[in-house]
């Protein structure tokens, strides 16, 4: 089983936290949508005929299209790969996009059945901070919408860590989705990225970012106020009720075969990498004359090896012995089981038979836990 991932960079109004590949000329949405069209036949076998049980389109600004428009994407999709009866499909949304008026169109007219609301904060003055397009009272209404027109598989992405948050504006943020009943919540801690509104100003002192205490009391929040709502937290950024786990993101940390379309889309077949050009004028130009239009890296086994870690670490399945043992090697099982020793005589891991995972404590300091594990070039 395999998944599709579509970029539309579009945007009206570029947030000043985001360093994914967007452009505010959304005049190019037409012709983007029919190179896109151009690239699903064009990549046609990147799959191998696997059956694609997850669709996914972000951004960006997906709702920004209309819902024929995504539609006739899906269609397209149909004609070249087969399609899971009960395939996954996900559209990625801003709130004030979302009217009563769009919602029913989209749900006549287009077969999502999932939505991510990009909410981020309930709080106006966090929204005008990460300069998004919507206020607070939008976010509510958004959700509202979509339970009216009869959406019950609903994600909201909310940011912690921000300038002049604490736990108890937290608290207030993670309260209103739990009263408003969604399925999923993505929490990310605030990522100060180069090239960013943010990062211009954190460089001239003009943010005060929240201290390694304060976003540790907001990480224990989340994860309290989550258990204490049956949601699970199965991967470090991602809690959900069961059932209700993102197939699509889990299929990424599982390392299953996706195709990426689309201005900087990414693909993955297990043995190689593929990316495509991070520029929308140039991307119709390759579709509509050809010429490169990605770039490749084949993965050598260390390099997979060191993907598996990253990605597994962050769940709370974890890594198993086994499957390293088989995929990787024995010496890389040795290996990890040596490395990992000194994380778990910290409390930072623990290790079930054969399976390690990371502790909340370990959550915390993830990134610098899972680089100590990862063998370099030479496999050591």
């Given at each position: 089983m395999a998944g599709i991932y579509i970029h539309i960079p579009f945007c009206k109004k570029i947030c000043s936290y985001c360093d994914f590949y967007k452009t505010a000329v959304v005049d190019l949405l037409p012709d983007y949508l029919e190179a896109l069209e151009t690239e699903i036949e064009i990549q046609k076998d990147y799959l191998a005929a696997e059956s694609v049980e997850t669709i996914y389109f972000g951004g960006g600004t997906p709702s920004l299209l209309e819902p024929e428009q995504i539609n006739r994407i899906i269609n397209r999709i149909r004609r070249f790969h087969p399609i899971a009866s009960d395939c996954e499909i996900t559209l990625e949304a801003n709130p004030d996009d979302l009217s009563e008026t769009y919602l029913a169109d989209l749900y006549q007219y287009a077969p999502i059945n999932r939505i991510s609301v990009g909410i981020q904060s309930f709080e106006d003055k966090d929204l005008l901070v990460l300069n998004r397009r919507h206020n607070a009272r939008q976010a509510i209404e958004s959700i509202r919408h979509l339970q009216k027109t009869g959406y019950y598989n609903i994600s909201v992405d909310l940011i912690y860590g921000l300038p002049g948050m604490n736990t108890e504006s937290w608290q207030k943020n993670l309260d209103l989705v739990i009263s408003m009943g969604v399925q999923h919540l993505s929490a990310y801690h605030l990522s100060i990225e180069p090239g960013t509104a943010l990062s211009r100003l954190a460089s001239r002192g003009l943010l005060q970012l929240a201290d390694e205490e304060e976003s540790c009391r907001q990480f224990a929040l989340l994860?309290?106020?989550?258990?204490?709502?049956?949601?699970?937290?199965?991967?470090?950024?991602?809690?959900?009720?069961?059932?209700?786990?993102?197939?699509?993101?889990?299929?990424?940390?599982?390392?299953?075969?996706?195709?990426?379309?689309?201005?900087?889309?990414?693909?993955?077949?297990?043995?190689?990498?593929?990316?495509?050009?991070?520029?929308?004028?140039?991307?119709?130009?390759?579709?509509?004359?050809?010429?490169?239009?990605?770039?490749?890296?084949?993965?050598?086994?260390?390099?997979?090896?060191?993907?598996?870690?990253?990605?597994?670490?962050?769940?709370?399945?974890?890594?198993?012995?086994?499957?390293?043992?088989?995929?990787?090697?024995?010496?890389?099982?040795?290996?990890?089981?040596?490395?990992?020793?000194?994380?778990?005589?910290?409390?930072?891991?623990?290790?079930?038979?054969?399976?390690?995972?990371?502790?909340?404590?370990?959550?915390?300091?993830?990134?610098?836990?899972?680089?100590?594990?990862?063998e370099d070039a030479d496999g050591r």
């Amino acid at each position: 089983m395999a998944g599709i991932y579509i970029h539309i960079p579009f945007c009206k109004k570029i947030c000043s936290y985001c360093d994914f590949y967007k452009t505010a000329v959304v005049d190019l949405l037409p012709d983007y949508l029919e190179a896109l069209e151009t690239e699903i036949e064009i990549q046609k076998d990147y799959l191998a005929a696997e059956s694609v049980e997850t669709i996914y389109f972000g951004g960006g600004t997906p709702s920004l299209l209309e819902p024929e428009q995504i539609n006739r994407i899906i269609n397209r999709i149909r004609r070249f790969h087969p399609i899971a009866s009960d395939c996954e499909i996900t559209l990625e949304a801003n709130p004030d996009d979302l009217s009563e008026t769009y919602l029913a169109d989209l749900y006549q007219y287009a077969p999502i059945n999932r939505i991510s609301v990009g909410i981020q904060s309930f709080e106006d003055k966090d929204l005008l901070v990460l300069n998004r397009r919507h206020n607070a009272r939008q976010a509510i209404e958004s959700i509202r919408h979509l339970q009216k027109t009869g959406y019950y598989n609903i994600s909201v992405d909310l940011i912690y860590g921000l300038p002049g948050m604490n736990t108890e504006s937290w608290q207030k943020n993670l309260d209103l989705v739990i009263s408003m009943g969604v399925q999923h919540l993505s929490a990310y801690h605030l990522s100060i990225e180069p090239g960013t509104a943010l990062s211009r100003l954190a460089s001239r002192g003009l943010l005060q970012l929240a201290d390694e205490e304060e976003s540790c009391r907001q990480f224990a929040l989340l994860r309290k106020t989550a258990a204490g709502n049956a949601f699970v937290h199965y991967e470090i950024s991602n809690l959900a009720k069961e059932g209700y786990f993102s197939k699509h993101n889990t299929n990424y940390w599982m390392q299953k075969k996706y195709l990426g379309l689309g201005a900087s889309a990414h693909s993955y077949n297990i043995f190689s990498r593929q990316w495509n050009i991070a520029n929308a004028r140039k991307y119709i130009a390759a579709m509509n004359h050809g010429g490169d239009f990605f770039e490749k890296e084949d993965l050598q086994l260390v390099k997979r090896y060191n993907e598996y870690l990253m990605v597994s670490l962050r769940t709370i399945q974890g890594v198993d012995l086994e499957k390293i043992r088989l995929d990787y090697g024995e010496r890389s099982c040795k290996a990890f089981v040596h490395a990992a020793q000194s994380s778990i005589t910290a409390g930072f891991m623990t290790a079930e038979g054969s399976v390690y995972r990371l502790t909340e404590n370990g959550w915390l300091i993830s990134d610098h836990i899972i680089s100590g594990l990862m063998e370099d070039a030479d496999g050591r």
